[in-house]
Structure formats: C-alpha cells, structure tokens
C-alpha cells in the first residue's frame, strides 16, 4: 500500500506546491510510483502539471461530494481530458448535467502529467466543498474512502492542501498516513505551527490515532538576511530538539517560478541548481527516514520558543 503523505501548513506562500510538484517529480525519475492530489481551489498544483484547471471535466471536487450534489452549469462547455494522457482533447466537449448519477472514483479522475507523477486535480469549485461537506455523513472521511482504491496503485500519494484548517485540510489529516509540513523561514510561518500542531493532536486524538510527523521542511531560506538565518536557526536548533527538521533547507530562487510558468518540476527545467538538488535529496530521505508523533508537550502547550528580534528581545506573539 502506498504512502499517503499531506503536505500541510494553513500559512499560505510557504512551499507547498512547489514541494508537492518536485518531490513527486524527483520520486518518479527516481522510479517510483507517485500520485498527487490537488486539494487547494486555487488549483495551482494543476495549473503548474500542465493543465487548464476551468477545462477539466471532474476533478477532486466531483470525487469529495458525489454527483448529485456537484453545481452544473449548463450553458458553460467544459473541455474532456483524453483519458489516460493529461492532454486536453481539441475536439472533444462534455456538458455535464444534473441527470448524471454515476459514482466518480479515483480512477475516473487521475490524469497523466508529462512531470512523470500522475495527478488528480482541482479547480474553483473546490471552494464550494466546504458548504457540500458540511452537513454529510463522515464528512471528515470523504477523502478516505475516494483514496481507498487506488492506494495500491502507488508509491506516494501526495495532498496539496489548501491555505486553510477547514474541511478540506482535516479530511487530507484523517486520510494521511504522514505530514510533511514546508515552513518558509520568516516569522509569521514560525508562529504559525503553533495551531497547526493543535489541529495536528485534536485529529490524532479524535479522528487518525496513526497519523505521524515525515519532517519540517524549512523552505524558501534567504542566506543574504539576518531574519532568515535567525528562523533556520530556531527551526534546526529549538525545533529539531523535538521534531524531525529536514535538511538541506529549500533556498529561495526564482528557478521556481521559472519552472512553474514552462509547466516543468525544477527537477526537469534546472536539474543542476541547489534547488533541484535539495528536493532530489529530501526524496531519498522520504525513503529511509521513520515518521515519529507530534510530540504531546508541544502541541497541548500550543507554545514554540519566540523568535527573537534584532534587539535580542522576544517578538511579541
């Protein structure tokens, strides 16, 4: 059965995507079998595979809330992925309607990406699931059960999750087996673990006793500022004493941006820069290393060490 690994921070602008897209790309030219998941509405994971988000026929959105319950429009033409390939159809248009009673599976949504990991994917009406998912029965499982199936199918299985601690992030936490959270090094990103280590223990509690901790992933790391030595520092020093830190940090570099507007991972369109380099790397210790528990103290306390200002005083909470 494959790995099913969320990469998860409710802080937005921090990685997620960008290591979404080239773990999974540097775990297939690897040889691995790899499907990610987009589960933002944004759907920037499905954008940078490759794909035109308002032309995909169904998505996770149809898989999450069943048929009867998805919002059709019409009068709106939606373009069919050809199947099996992840490249648009020219010819080919699907008016959805609402006559339509079919169970949407795993297997009716993943599409094949040229980045070498398959992917399901996503697009606005995701933001809708929130409102769809509210009153259904084990809500907090739908994600569980559309998985199920193709689990054996995979390697790793990796969940974009969105910017957010609703629904849509609780349901990747129950059906995760691991977390791997980015974490940019910038203070606002620190403080931001504390309530995601609360979500973190309440789901372990309540909802997935077997979820685990892969690693902290401190990303974007600029070397030319003090400020995000100071966080590195706190992320591989105070932080590292309790949880798995993972090393090397993710530099900031503009390759990123660069791969994403050509609709290559790093790993294809810069294969020799540091940041190919760093996720080529953090992929073989996806391998080898054992995920461990939150640790309780942290997140029942809800507190981290205070990073520290220029002035060697505690910045304010």
């Excluded at 070397?223 to 090393?247: K, M, N």
Aim: glycine letters at 6%; a neutral charge.
């Amino acid at each position: 059965m494959g790995r099913l690994i969320a990469v998860v921070n409710q802080k937005g602008g921090v990685g997620k995507t960008t290591t979404v897209v080239n773990l999974a790309a540097a775990l297939a030219e690897a040889g691995r079998r790899v499907l990610a998941v987009d589960l933002d509405p944004q759907g920037s994971l499905t954008v940078w595979s490759g794909l035109e988000p308002d032309e995909l026929a169904k998505t996770v959105y149809h898989g999450l809330v069943g048929p009867r319950r998805v919002r059709y429009d019409e009068s709106r033409p939606v373009r069919a992925a050809s199947q099996g390939t992840g490249a648009h159809s020219s010819t080919t248009l699907a008016y959805l309607s609402e006559d339509e009673d079919e169970d949407v599976s795993a297997t009716d949504l993943i599409l094949r990406t040229s980045l070498g990991y398959d992917l399901v994917p996503s697009n606005a009406e995701l933001g809708l699931a929130e409102m769809d998912l509210v009153n259904m029965v084990a809500r907090e499982r739908r994600l569980v059960a559309l998985m199920a199936p193709v689990r054996d199918s995979y390697d790793f299985i990796f969940l974009d999750c969105e910017p957010s601690l609703g629904l849509l992030t609780i349901n990747a936490l129950v059906a995760a087996d691991e977390i791997l959270i980015p974490v940019s090094c910038d203070f606002l990103a620190w403080r931001a673990l504390e309530v995601l280590f609360k979500l973190v223990g309440r789901v372990r509690l309540e909802l997935n006793s077997q979820l685990r901790l892969i690693g902290i992933l401190p990303t974007m790391f600029d070397t030319r500022t003090r400020h995000s030595r100071e966080i590195l520092e706190l992320l591989y020093g105070e932080l590292g004493r309790e949880l798995p830190v993972l090393q090397p940090p993710v530099h900031r570099s503009v390759r990123f941006q660069e791969a994403a507007q050509t609709g290559k991972s790093v790993i294809q369109y810069a294969p020799d820069t540091p940041g190919a380099a760093a996720y080529r790397e953090i992929a073989k210790q996806l391998e080898s290393c054992r995920p461990v528990r939150l640790s309780s103290r942290i997140w029942q306390a809800g507190r981290l060490p205070r990073a520290q200002s220029r002035q060697g005083q505690s910045v304010p909470s």
